[in-house]
């Protein structure tokens, strides 16, 4: 395993101490600057502890302090204090032809045997109708109350 050795300048040390005394700041940025100043092996800093030791104190895990630590090393300050934007892409189920088609379901008359739709039978409907491949309930959900829609409001005149 590759050990990260995290040397703060003296500069970079008044930082994150500014960022644990004063102002309010997102509480992964204030454990991020613990974690930095409790690891710190340069001249300015004072005995640096060990990992276990800071697990115990801030409550965090060892693999934090780990990637802490090679964000650091690797990345600089900004990208250590700072949460990393999600890397994932997300690809969407419903485009606007699918939406239409959902919106026209539910505003149709409910199947033989129910009062009103469901956000599950909804979704089997279009899976039924081969609109989309699958869905779940909840895409439905999200895209009738994006449009301002709700199966279970009644509808009075």
């Keep these: 395993m590759v050990k990260y050795k995290v040397t703060l300048t003296k500069g970079e040390r008044e930082s994150l101490l500014s960022n644990t005394k004063k102002g309010s700041h997102k509480a992964k940025r204030f454990i991020h600057s613990l974690i930095l100043l409790n690891v710190d092996q340069g001249p ?8 276990e030791e ?8 060892m693999r934090t302090i780990d990637r802490v630590k090679r964000r650091f090393v690797l990345e600089g300050l ?3 204090l ?3 934007p ?3 892409v997300y690809r969407k189920k419903m485009d606007g032809e699918a939406e239409a088609q959902l919106i ?7 199947p033989e045997g ?3 739709w469901s956000l599950r039978l909804l979704a089997d409907r279009m899976v039924e109708l081969n ?25 009075g005149g």
């Design 44 to 51: 300015h800093a004072e005995e640096p502890l060990t990992n």
């Design 54 to 61: 800071i697990c115990k104190v801030l409550k965090v895990s």
């Design 78 to 80: 900004n990208a250590a």
């Design 82 to 84: 700072n949460v990393a």
């Design 86 to 88: 999600p890397t994932r």
């Design 104 to 110: 026209s379901i539910a505003c149709s008359e409910p």
């Design 114 to 116: 129910f009062g009103k």
């Design 131 to 155: 609109y989309v491949d699958d869905i779940s309930h909840e895409t439905v959900r999200k895209t009738l109350k994006k449009t301002n829609l709700n199966p279970g409001k009644s509808r």
